[in-house]
T-cell receptor, first 113, second 112 residues
Framework: DAGITQSPRHKVTETGTPVTLRCHQTENHRYMYWYRQDPGHGLRLIHYSYGVKDTDKGEVSDGYSVSRSKTEDFLLTLESATSSQTSVYFC????????????FGEGSRLTVL | QQQVKQSPQSLIVQKGGISIINCAYENTAFDYFPWYQQFPGKGPALLIAIRPDVSEKKEGRFTISFNKSAKQFSLHIMDSQPGDSATYFCAASLNSGYALNFGKGTSLLVTP
């Protein structure tokens, strides 16, 4: 298994509170991604990173910010959580060898009440 | 705007049968087409992938058929088994897997 750890794995929070999800990798890969998965929508890209301090937006980035201060950590922050952000969030990494394969973490289930 | 359209949304197949999932894309610049398999409570995992220079790729019981002119590709699971029951996602990207665009997924149930 790819060395990806997501935390927390489950979180329940209230509308308006800030939330940070952490993705930690032990593979030293350059590229990291955050996706959200929702029934009927599949997997949608939120943000991605192509190096330390280098990030870019995906198709559903509104309401989310990211940071990558170290190669191994990619943080996803919801500044003020809304019920529409209730979802399962997946972190993924890509090997630098450009094989084209994404390795996914096991997901973080977030419920915003 | 969804760049990859996947069908059907759900599929029930008897053990030993053939499961077929279809995907269509719009962007002719896409050059990498993977399929991911996801079991409940787990992250998706790469199952098989194809590039547009070939029309078919087979790995064991899993085959991708690719039709460049129609901008369609499909996954065929031969001799489907109950252990194949999972959600399957097709995807496409411009640059060998970076920033994949996923379909909405197909929930496959293989009955004994």
């Amino acid at each position: 298994d790819a060395g990806i750890t997501q935390s927390p794995r489950h979180k329940v929070t209230e509308t308006g509170t800030p939330v940070t999800l952490r993705c930690h990798q032990t593979e030293n890969h350059r590229y990291m991604y955050w996706y959200r998965q929702d029934p009927g929508h599949g997997l949608r890209l939120i943000h991605y990173s192509y190096g330390v301090k280098d990030t870019d937006k995906g198709e559903v980035s509104d309401g989310y910010s990211v940071s990558r201060s170290k190669t191994e950590d990619f943080l996803l922050t919801l500044e003020s959580a809304t019920s529409s952000q209730t979802s399962v969030y997946f972190c993924a990494i890509t090997p630098d060898s450009n094989t084209g394969e994404l390795f996914f973490g096991e997901g973080s289930r977030l419920t915003v009440l | 705007q969804q760049q990859v359209k996947q069908s059907p949304q759900s599929l029930i197949v008897q053990k030993g049968g053939i499961s077929i999932i279809n995907c269509a894309y719009e962007n002719t610049a896409f050059d990498y087409f993977p399929w991911y398999q996801q079991f409940p409570g787990k992250g998706p995992a790469l199952l098989i992938a194809i590039r547009p220079d070939v029309s078919e790729k087979k790995e064991g019981r899993f085959t991708i058929s690719f039709n460049k002119s129609a901008k369609q590709f499909s996954l065929h699971i031969m001799d489907s088994q109950p252990g194949d029951s999972a959600t399957y996602f097709c995807a496409a990207s411009l640059n060998s897997g970076y920033a994949l665009n996923f379909g909405k997924g197909t929930s496959l149930l293989v009955t004994p």
